[in-house]
């Protein structure tokens, strides 16, 4: 991601994983420019992130892989397997379990000052 953001960095696999249950099969390009799409190009995924992140999930089972040429380019397909279509819900959820807690830590300030 081009951003310098921990947060961001740490969201990529959930980024992924989300956009595979909502598109479907897609390759590395294809996912690159879905996110800075639906993001106004806020979020923007390098190469460098995306495929070491693909080819992790590649190698736990929540992805898998295929092969297609069309028009003489060969493209490598991103698809969830079962596994990965269970794990979807329960990461995001998480992620926005994790995001509410640290709102209530940076509203902490406003808090305090009510005490």
């Known amino acids: 991601m081009k951003q310098n953001n921990p947060i ?3 969201s990529l696999t959930l980024i992924i994983l989300k956009l595979l249950e909502e598109k479907g099969a897609m390759y590395g390009y294809e996912i690159c420019q879905q996110v800075k799409e639906i993001t106004d190009n ?3 995924i390098t190469e460098g992130a995306l495929y070491p992140a693909l080819h992790k999930l590649e190698a736990e089972g929540t992805i898998s892989s295929y ?3 069309i028009e003489g380019r060969t493209r490598k397909y991103y698809t969830l397997t079962l596994e990965g279509s269970n794990i979807v819900k329960t990461r995001v959820q998480e992620f926005l379990d994790t995001l509410k807690s640290v709102e ?3 509203s902490l300030q406003s808090k305090l000052k009510t005490i």
């Open 8 to 10: 961001l960095k740490g």
């Open 42 to 44: 806020t979020l923007q």
């Open 67 to 69: 092969t297609e040429t």
């Open 104 to 106: 209530s830590i940076l």
